[in-house]
């Protein structure tokens, strides 16, 4: 858990972790991937990824900012679910493809997603399956019983 009572600021950095992610921020978090812009010799610039800033959970990743949250070529993840509440703006750009699953991305203020390649809003189902067997037998006849249950969970992407 990283909390803060002014901004969080990330720029080409890792934070990993086996369990649940939480950025808390009274005020802005911006997760950002350095870049430095060449200029050749025929006036042609061009900008190349030093490092690329991300954010990765083994369970839930919280993304929380008093203001604005802004995530700029970075990669956030997580096994579990993954939010980003602002009171003010959030901002998630990439430069090649965007994806949201089961996400839940909410701000106070404006929303912008921008992806240079694919934009997706995803869904993810998750299940599971309760056994529960028994028998009884005796000298002349055998019976075995199982009551199953199974829950299925739909988890959309929420903007």
């Known amino acids: 858990m990283v909390s803060a009572k002014d901004t969080i600021t990330d720029v080409s950095g890792l ?3 086996g369990g649940d ?3 808390t921020a009274g005020k802005d978090v911006s997760i950002a991937t350095r870049t430095v812009t060449l200029s050749g010799a025929a ?4 900008t190349v ?3 690329q800033g991300a ?3 083994g369970g839930n990743l919280t993304v929380s900012a008093g203001n604005d949250v ?3 070529g970075a990669d956030l993840s997580a096994k579990g679910g993954a939010s980003v509440t602002a009171g003010g703006a959030v901002t998630l750009t990439s430069g090649t493809d965007l994806t949201l699953q089961a996400a839940q991305v909410t701000a106070g203020g404006d929303l912008s997603l921008s992806a240079g ?3 997706s809003l995803l869904s993810a189902t998750d299940s599971s399956y309760l056994s529960q067997t028994s028998s009884k037998s005796s000298a002349a006849w055998q019976s075995t019983s199982d ?3 199974s829950t299925y969970w739909l988890m959309a992407a929420l903007l």
């Open 49 to 51: 990824r030093v490092g």
């Open 147 to 149: 009551k199953g249950h």
């Open 117 to 119: 390649g694919t934009l």
């Open 55 to 57: 954010v990765t959970a």
């Open 15 to 17: 934070l990993k972790a």
């Open 21 to 23: 992610v939480s950025l």
């Open 70 to 72: 802004t995530v700029t």
């Open 43 to 46: 006036g042609d610039d061009r």
